[in-house]
């Protein structure tokens, strides 16, 4: 049975990254895709697919309750998925305020619309179901020997980014508990691949080495992620719509815990054999260790078990061969970089630059 789906944030990174996704693996689905087309969401990253039948996008803000509920009944909406976030957390420390308005009023609003459309009106729909995008960041830091984060360990954001995130997933649980909204959450670890804007990790990380620029890595660069490939991520999500438990919570993890130093050698290493002829060579010279953030989480790491067990969902790449295919995805297509802001990411606005970690 065909489905027709809301997908909020879908021009963004990891959102673009699913709507492509989604539309090569089920050809009988209908994509509704609703972004207000801030800094780090961009046209261009759904380029390719504007033209598809399958696919209307609107311009619009999740925050704009008559807008949303209208387009939930008018386009009979049976799934939405929620990646619409604000989310670096360098920004949420500067301007907290945006964070606030979308990650808790905007998941507000969603769930409102949901309520009305589905449950408050007389036709009510069977086959519903409200999945958020989440981020591993609201269970706060880890020790280097700490197990890695349970679905049951308590929450303990430390940005106003991460208590946002937080603060969403509770209203999420909230409408399910009280109003009976079929729902389910996932929360992830560090996202990278195509199509993500040019001032995290590792967009950085290439693209300042490629024109030579510092790269810069905060502290002393041992912070340790997992990082997860972004077509990983968009594998998961589509487990959890089909087979997840309503109500139920799954952590999405790469399996792959790397200092972010490592990170930054490996992709300089790869940098040096695809651009031997480079003036700037070996790129790892360029590496400039700048000031930590306040606040800065030590360690981010899922337990992925449940996901595994439950949905026999496990990422297909590791961190050698992701980070292989994303260099090659940045490397042919430089061109999107500028248009969508490349000479306007951390590097630039910092002087140095920011090398803070890629929230999801």
């Not at 496990?314 to 050698?320: A, N, T, V």
Request: glycine share 8%; proline share 5%; charged share 20%.
């Amino acid at each position: 049975m065909a489905n027709r789906l809301l997908v909020t944030g879908g021009a963004g990174f990891i959102g673009a990254n699913f709507v492509h996704f989604w539309l090569k693996n089920h050809p009988h689905d209908r994509l509704l895709v609703l972004d207000l087309l801030t800094y780090a969401g961009n046209r261009l990253n759904l380029q390719t697919v504007m033209q598809d039948g399958r696919l209307r996008f609107v311009h619009g803000d999740i925050c704009d309750e008559k807008l949303v509920t209208g387009l939930l009944e008018e386009e009979a909406i049976d799934t939405i998925v929620h990646f619409a976030a604000e989310s670096h957390v360098d920004r949420s420390i500067d301007g907290p305020d945006a964070f606030i308005q979308t990650n808790i009023v905007g998941t507000h609003v969603l769930l409102k619309a949901a309520k009305s459309a589905w449950l408050d009106q007389q036709s009510q729909k069977q086959a519903v179901r409200f999945h958020h995008v989440s981020t591993d960041e609201v269970y706060g830091s880890l020790g280097p020997v700490d197990p890695r984060f349970t679905e049951h360990t308590p929450y303990d954001p430390s940005s106003p980014y991460s208590a946002s995130k937080a603060s969403s997933d509770h209203l999420v649980r909230a409408y399910h508990r009280t109003f009976g909204i079929p729902v389910t959450i996932t929360n992830c670890s560090n996202n990278y691949g195509p199509y993500q804007y040019p001032e995290k990790l590792i967009p950085i990380i290439i693209l300042n080495a490629l024109a030579g620029r510092p790269i810069p890595v905060y502290g002393d660069g041992q912070n340790v992620r997992d990082w997860l490939y972004v077509i990983d991520h968009c594998r998961a999500i589509e487990a959890v719509i089909a087979r997840g438990k309503i109500g139920e919570t799954y952590n999405i993890g790469g399996n792959c815990e790397r200092k972010n130093i490592d990170i930054v050698h490996a992709i300089c290493g790869l940098l040096d054999s695809k651009r031997p002829g480079a003036a700037h060579r070996p790129h790892a010279k360029l590496i400039q260790f700048v000031k930590d953030r306040p606040g800065h989480d030590q360690r981010y790491a899922l337990d992925t078990s449940r996901i595994n067990r439950e949905l026999g969902w496990r990422p297909l790449e590791d961190i050698e061969s992701g980070l292989e295919k994303t260099i090659d995805w940045y490397l042919a297509h430089l061109d999107w970089c500028e248009m969508v802001g490349g000479k306007s990411s951390a590097a630039t606005r910092h002087g140095l630059g920011i090398a803070g970690t890629v929230e999801a």
